[in-house]
């Protein structure tokens, strides 16, 4: 079946850059995504990807996606305290549903 | 505008109880999604509904579980007689569907605690 694989943990300092890597699983997914999940709260969608680009930009945030391998990394610029959060890559599942399938996070750690 | 909303923010309630949480989705989306989220684990997808139909419940954990949705709007996800390990996250989501992205927005969720 469908799976998302992330690494659970990351620790980085303030500004320097987070990588965060997800591998997937189901080469129809038209759509990938990134949501972002600070404590007590829901889910915010962070940013998404069209399968036929290979990266996309938006201000700190770089996605690259290597369709080939399936594998996905959100790259975030400067970070700060505030990204620290766990952070969610998803695929949407291909059936008619539009059902999203999910990692199980990466918790991003910023060090002062 | 308004974002998804759900009610209890948090619930506790004793082993063979049954617990009704509800959803208010944001307006005008006609897709509703309710997913799982346990301890240590990703979200699991429950149902979805496109309108007031559900077309797949086979994400439903078992058959304690069942949700409905009236009006093509507010969604409620029942529980029957539950167990310790219902205990989690409910989380719903809402999509307009007419993008062509499917974008799902998220409701704060439902804490479930079962003792």
């Known amino acids: 079946g469908e799976d998302v694989e992330q690494s659970l943990f990351l620790s980085v300092r303030e500004g320097d850059s987070s990588v965060i890597n997800c591998t997937y699983t189901?080469?129809?997914?038209?759509?990938l995504y990134w949501y972002k999940q600070e404590p007590g709260a829901g889910l915010q969608l962070l940013t998404y990807?069209?399968?036929?680009?290979d990266m996309k930009q938006d201000q700190r945030l770089t996605v690259l996606l290597n369709k080939k391998d399936k594998h996905l990394s959100l790259r975030i610029a400067d970070t700060q305290t505030g990204d620290s959060a766990i952070y969610f890559c998803?695929?949407?599942?291909?059936?008619?549903?539009?059902?999203?399938?999910f990692g199980k996070g990466t918790k991003l750690s910023v060090k002062p | 505008g308004a974002g998804v909303s759900q009610s209890p923010s948090n619930k506790v309630t004793e082993k063979g109880k049954d617990v009704e949480l509800r959803c208010d989705p944001i307006?005008?989306?006609?897709?509703l999604y309710w997913y799982r989220q346990s301890l240590g684990q990703g979200l699991e997808f429950l149902i979805y509904?496109?309108?007031?139909?559900?077309?797949?419940k086979s994400g439903l954990p078992s058959d304690r579980f069942s949700a409905e949705r009236t009006g093509g709007s507010v969604s409620t996800l029942t529980i029957q007689r539950t167990q310790q390990e219902d205990s989690a996250v409910y989380l719903c989501?809402?999509?307009?569907?007419?993008?062509?992205?499917?974008?799902?927005?998220f409701g704060p969720g439902t804490r479930l605690t079962v003792t």
């Open positions: 989501a809402s999509s307009p569907r007419t993008s062509g992205i499917y974008e799902q927005y």
């Open positions: 189901d080469s129809s997914s038209t759509y």
């Open positions: 990807i069209f399968s036929n680009m």
């Open positions: 307006s005008g989306h006609t897709a």
């Open positions: 509904f496109q309108g007031n139909s559900a077309p797949d």
């Open positions: 998803a695929e949407r599942d291909g059936g008619s549903q539009g059902n999203l399938i």
